[in-house]
């Protein structure tokens, strides 16, 4: 029988996916339990179910809102009992993730599921979504990570490469032991994405998503490119690449569209970490970075740098033909 956990700092009442009958499920209460040491024992995966599919040119993003197990001693770790405190969705975090991505998912496991199903004023967005996610976990603290793993390798055989996490910079949704260092690619934006401020309302954010799609579409889809350059041929001179000069042009579109939406703006820089291929590792094995300062007029005037660097990549991954982003990490600037 699986012990009750205590959970504090939810405004929401928690409410359980009921498994398969054969699965545990958690009650909650007011008491506290010990929770077995995960050390030396294995997360099995059960059943999953994953919501629909994207379309071909389409891309997708795991989010959660902010969620943190911890021992009553503050460890994030061990045989202690567990304190599960649950939060908002972050919401510069949601305005950038609805410009970037077509579609959402904030899984759910067979253990807890937390809140509402998607932010409060998106419920009649079609592209918030929830794939859910059945295993047997002895140790509590390790559930979020695991259901995050597996459900972005999962959604990502099914659709290679079209799926990633999207977090703000205090979120660890990718636990440090499912990542391996030094296999992956790390692009770095500072100060490169005018998005729409928390006060904008989801409607305007949605409206101004749909008048600039072919510039999101475009700025996605060179990122990517650049991303596959730079695994081609290395670090040095990229920014002298035809690869490099299409990526600032579809910045600088973007730019030009964003300036015209008369609503508050706050200039964002994003994290993207690339998994790599084996035959990518080879060309930048040892490669010290570079950084390069855009140059389209747009870019410029606001001070938009891009770096590029070796970073981690997934242990759990799914072996692609290109570099796949699989994780974004959004970091809220100065208003415009």
């Not at 699986?2 to 499920?25: D, E, I, Q, T, W």
């Not at 603290?141 to 793993?149: A, G, L, Q, R, Y």
């Not at 140059?295 to 981690?312: K, N, R, T, Y």
């Amino acid at each position: 029988m699986m012990p009750r956990v205590f959970r504090s700092g939810n405004k929401h009442r928690a409410g359980l996916y009921s498994g398969a009958s054969n699965l545990p499920a958690l009650s909650f209460g007011r008491d506290v339990t010990k929770i077995p040491n995960a050390d030396t024992q294995i997360l099995n995966v059960h059943n999953f179910e994953l919501a629909p599919s994207l379309a071909e040119t389409e891309r997708g993003a795991i989010m959660l809102p902010d969620i943190s197990v911890k021992s009553r001693d503050g460890q994030l770790l061990g045989d202690q009992a567990l304190e599960i405190n649950v939060g908002e969705f972050d919401p510069h975090l949601v305005r950038a993730a609805l410009l970037l991505f077509d579609r959402i998912d904030y899984p759910m496991n067979n253990y807890f599921q937390f809140g509402r199903d998607c932010p409060p004023g998106l419920e009649g967005w079609s592209g918030f979504q929830r794939s859910r996610l059945d295993l047997t976990a002895p140790c509590l603290s390790e559930v979020i990570p695991t259901m995050v793993d597996e459900v972005l390798r999962l959604l990502n055989i099914r659709e290679e490469g079209m799926w990633s996490v999207a977090r703000g910079p205090t979120q660890e949704l990718i636990s440090a032991d499912k990542l391996a260092p030094l296999s992956g690619l790390k692009m770095r934006l500072e100060n490169a994405l005018p998005l729409p401020a928390p006060e904008v309302a989801y409607d305007d954010v949605l409206s101004f998503k749909a008048h600039c799609r072919d510039e999101l579409t475009a700025l996605r889809h060179y990122i990517d490119g650049l991303a596959l350059e730079v695994s081609q041929s290395g670090f040095s001179n990229y920014h002298q690449t035809v690869a490099f000069e299409k990526f600032d042009k579809a910045l600088g579109d973007y730019y030009k569209v964003a300036r015209k939406k008369n609503f508050l703006k706050r200039l964002t820089s994003l994290d993207i970490s690339f998994d790599l291929t084996d035959a990518s590792k080879v060309v930048i094995a040892g490669a010290v970075g570079a950084t390069a300062i855009l140059p389209s007029l747009e870019s410029a005037a606001i001070g938009a740098a891009l770096s590029l660097g070796i970073g981690v990549g997934l242990k759990n991954k799914v072996d692609g033909t290109v570099p796949s982003p699989f994780d974004y990490v959004f970091r809220a600037g100065k208003e415009m």
